[in-house]
């Protein structure tokens, strides 16, 4: 079985910052494309950034130049470095990832982590 796990979500004022991570863990054999997605209350979950296994990125036009995606393909891990947090980047953050992993059979699914909380008070 394969599990993400995601930290560092809380409260923070606006203008602050805060650092998310998202651990893969199982029999895994590789990850290709990891991503955070976001869900504000009353709205759909929309993507905020993804990252290639070559480290090639891509953010939503609403974080650019605020946010930064990075991963560590040793420790199976995705960042997500958010400074200059607005109201509007409340929300439950979710980690998204494409996993190839071994249980016999060799298998290759897309995996949701459980998500965290960000909080920006203004």
């Known amino acids: 079985q394969v599990q993400l796990v995601e930290f560092g979500g809380g409260l923070v004022q606006a203008g602050g910052s805060l650092r998310l991570s998202c651990a893969a863990s199982g029999n895994i054999l590789s990850i290709n494309t990891m991503a955070w997605y976001r869900q504000a209350p009353g709205k759909q979950r929309e993507l905020v950034a993804e990252i290639s296994r070559g480290s090639i990125t891509n953010y939503a036009d609403s974080v650019k130049g605020r946010f930064t995606i990075s991963r560590d393909n040793a420790k199976n891990t995705v960042y997500l470095q958010m400074n200059g947090l607005k109201s509007e980047d409340t929300g439950v953050y979710y980690c998204?990832?494409?996993?190839?992993?071994?249980?016999?059979?060799?298998?290759?699914?897309?995996?949701w982590g459980q998500g965290t909380q960000v909080t920006v008070s203004s």
């Open positions: 998204n990832a494409d996993i190839q992993w071994r249980s016999g059979t060799v298998y290759q699914l897309n995996y």
